[in-house]
């Protein structure tokens, strides 16, 4: 069965939280459009939250399946 693609908006959240997590600028935001671009800065304050917190590597695991599931 093929996997269908995620949203633009999804897929920047998801990568504005990478760059987050891993403690990156947020000048790096890619995206121009207001929507999207309000989406990847979303999930790099996320991302940076976490990261300061301390959920990374390891102790992160259980936030990412609580967000599946």
Known sequence: MR???RSKVERAFQKGYQIGISGRSRDLCPHG??????SWLNGWREGWSDQWDG???VSGVHKIYSKRY
């Not at 459009?33 to 309000?38: A, C, G, L, N, Y």
Request: charged fraction near 40%; glycine fraction near 8%.
């Open 33 to 38: 459009q207001d929507e999207i671009k309000q």
């Open 3 to 5: 996997r269908h693609k």
């Open 55 to 57: 959920y990374t590597g």
